[in-house]
């Protein structure tokens, strides 16, 4: 029987502090993924050195790119986390950086830092704004992340994280000589320094991209489980501001999310797709028309019908298909985006309806310009993350936002008299089964490494399981 490994609070906290990268050792190196720079205290991958070198190129991107708007801050529930706020805080405060954080050192999901920094930048003649996320997202308790969302509002793409990492790496290795810092108590005292609200403006924001009123008038009965994380103190406004029947069943802050069920693996992991991870929440399916659960930070989502938890790529033809029908003020034009590991059958569903597919490589960055500009209607990606556009056509976020797919399973439901399981199950009757299956596999940061210089050049194979190899 698979059994919780002991999460060492007090020793992750005390190994930020105390453990120092040795830039020899490329896993303590800087390296920004698709979703910024993760790592451990406890391995010398994430530590206060890591985080004073990346918040300085930050810094110093910023000033060469003319950024002088806020650079919004929002952190999750991990054990890292909040640490990090401190040291990135006395870092941009040193550089002159007007820094936005959430009043209390509260925690701010990933969608609402895109939100925030989208609607500085939208017409108000201000300089513009950018932000930053502090979450590992879904990986376990004892890991930590640090990702850069530009001007843009959603995931910096590859020539700008190469430049923060390049900058970050060259800093750590000449000993943090340039990082200007000053103590914390003396930068939330500078004028550079601002606590605000992240809550309330993105709740009463919610009416302009969810049919509220449908769900509200519906009478739904509707769980949340945040699953620890950072939207745990934005339900209860949902509910409360627009009257919607919100049981949130776990309301628990805990930095070893020593509440979780255990992952396929063992793992303590909060991966809102997983059917191990999410079984609290499944086992309460009777009770409620729908319910979701999300991960740390909030970038994505998991929907529970009374037919239990929905496979993530299930729900995004489902969720594709009503939209492009029920969005009005959409473009006839703009375009259902899916990554390349996305299945067919929202190609099929899209086809149907007269629209076209807009296919992009694993990532979401590659969904930002296309929101943006209003070409794409919906960005989403096989990993239970997407984000769509507001009712009236124009961009909502340019990151994943699992607040808003949440609410459209319950938006589907309250409209259509079928939840999106039962939506999926008419795709299928129309244009046959889908089958789809994902493994992960642990990979060192060499392999890595090997992995990101890989080149159509180097597979020899051309069809797999009798199909041409296309991308």
Known sequence: MLKKADVNIPRLISSYYTEHPDTNERSHRVSFGTSGHRGSSVKGSFNEDHIMAISQAISEYRYAQGIRGPLFIGMDTHALSEPALRTSVEVFAANGVLVRIQSGFGYTPTPVISHAILSWNRGSGAPVAD??????????????????????????????????????????????????????????????????????PYVKALEQIIDIEAIRSSGLKMAADPMGGSGVHFWEPIADIWGLDIDVINKNVDPTFSFMPLDHDGKVRMDCSSPYAMANLVALKERYDIAF???????????????????????????????FTHRPGWSDNCMAGKTLVSSSMI?????????????????????????????????????????????????????????????????????????PAEHYRRLTEKFGHSYYSRKDAPASHEEKSKLKKLSPENVAVNTLAGEEIIA
Request: proline letters at 6%; zero cysteines.
């Open 347 to 419: 190609d099929k569903a899209v086809d149907s309806i007269s629209r076209k597919i807009y296919e992009v490589p694993v990532g979401f960055k590659w969904f930002v310009d296309g929101l943006m500009s209003g070409m794409l209607g919906f960005g989403g990606e096989e990993s239970a993350g997407a984000t769509f556009l507001k009712k009236n056509g124009t961009v909502w976020t340019t990151d994943k936002d699992g607040f808003v797919m949440d609410l459209l399973a319950a938006e589907m439901t309250a409209v259509t008299g079928k939840n």
């Open 131 to 200: 932000g930053v996320v502090i979450t590992p997202s879904h990986n376990p308790p004892e890991d930590g992340g640090f990702k850069y969302n530009p001007p843009s509002g959603g995931p910096a793409n590859t020539d700008i994280t190469s430049l923060i990492e390049k900058r970050a790496n060259e800093i750590l290795a000449d000993g943090l000589k340039d990082v200007k810092r000053i103590d914390f108590k003396n930068a939330l005292s500078s004028d550079n320094v601002r606590s605000i609200d992240y809550i309330i």
């Open 293 to 323: 659960g999300n991960d740390p930070d909030y970038d994505r989502h998991g929907i529970v019908t009374k037919e239990g938890l929905m496979p993530p790529n299930a729900y995004l033809a489902a969720a594709i298909e009503y939209l």
